[in-house]
């Protein structure tokens, strides 16, 4: 109970923001691959020269594979 009570809390706060303050920076949503497996365990990273990393795992049907995309 105390933890949906403080989920809530949180909710309210974050939606009481202008949307102008939170979201400005992000584009459209950019789908990263097409397999029709379950995606898990994603991982986002920039390096220093701010290009964006981003790794997930994947039940293709039947294997789990590691998938990688780089984007500038």
Do not use: Q
Request: glycine share 6%; charged share 15%; proline share 4%.
């Amino acid at each position: 109970m105390r933890k949906n009570f403080f989920l809530i809390i949180l909710l309210a706060i974050v939606l009481s923001y202008p949307s102008g303050i939170c979201f400005s920076d992000w584009g459209a949503t950019k789908r990263l691959t097409w397999n029709s497996g379950s995606s898990y365990c994603p991982a986002i990273a920039i390096d220093s020269n701010n290009n964006l990393h981003v790794v997930w795992s994947d039940l293709t049907p039947g294997n789990w594979e590691i998938y990688y995309k780089k984007g500038t």
